[in-house]
């Protein structure tokens, strides 16, 4: 049986089933959830960020969903410090100036707190005297702590983020470390390589 599921992981898990840290002090891993031998994930989510992750044991769309080449989005809920102006959020669509280059467009909005959001255990930092507010994000690339840096760039540091979305699946339905098996997406053919013959 080929297996496809999505899973909710939570906040300081890694986004791996070994943990190559220290013996003394092990970290939570997705062994810790999910007990299917074979999978693997397509893509990770940082130690620090909870939400959508998709996993299979199928090789090729495992590369597929992971590699950035294929440009599939990726929607997030981010929670920032402070509340981004319409200045900041474009300059969140029309890119942002990283130490590897300027991101590529993306789509933010300002969003109400998302509707029945788990609590986060430990809860973010919280400073009285300076507000936060949540935006949605939709990237097509995955650099290294992009979504982070992209907030930081623009003044509004990110408290908490959750993946919400990898193309067409969504986080809906799921409680933190659930994970729900999946019909396998039919297979699509890559484009042509080169230039056509005539």
Same mark, same amino acid.
Do not use: C, M
């Given at each position: 049986m080929a297996w496809f599921i999505r899973? &909710?992981? %939570? +906040?300081?898990?890694? @986004?791996?089933?070994?943990?190559?840290? @220290?013996?003394?002090? %092990?970290?939570?891993t997705l062994s810790d959830h999910i007990d299917l031998p074979g999978v693997y994930p397509a893509g990770r989510l940082d130690r620090d960020s909870e939400g959508l992750m998709l996993l299979t044991d199928d090789g090729? #769309?495992?590369?597929?969903?992971?590699?950035?080449?294929?440009?599939? $989005?990726?929607? +997030?809920w981010v929670q920032v410090e402070g509340v981004p102006d319409a200045a900041a959020l474009k300059a969140l669509s029309e890119g942002v100036a990283l130490k590897d280059g300027l991101t590529?467009? $993306?789509?933010?909005?300002?969003?109400? *707190?998302?509707?029945?959001?788990?609590?986060r255990n430990p809860p973010i930092r919280e400073r009285k005297s300076v507000p936060d507010s949540?935006? *949605? #994000?939709?990237?097509? *690339?995955?650099? &290294?702590?992009?979504?982070?840096r992209m907030t930081a760039a623009v003044g509004?540091?990110?408290?908490?983020?959750?993946r919400a979305r990898i193309g067409e699946w969504t986080l809906d339905g799921l409680a933190p470390? *659930?994970?729900q098996s999946l019909p396998m997406p039919a297979a699509r053919s890559a484009p042509p390589k080169g230039r056509p013959r005539r």
């Open positions: 899973f &909710n992981k %939570p +906040y300081d898990v890694l @986004s791996q089933f070994t943990d190559r840290g @220290s013996a003394d002090s %092990p970290r939570a090729r #769309l495992q590369a597929r969903i992971a590699d950035p080449r294929h440009k599939l $989005a990726k929607t +997030y590529r467009p $993306a789509r933010a909005r300002a969003i109400a *707190e998302p509707a029945n959001l788990w609590p949540w935006i *949605e #994000l939709t990237i097509r *690339e995955g650099r &290294n702590r992009q979504v982070r509004h540091p990110t408290l908490r983020l959750i470390g *659930e994970w």
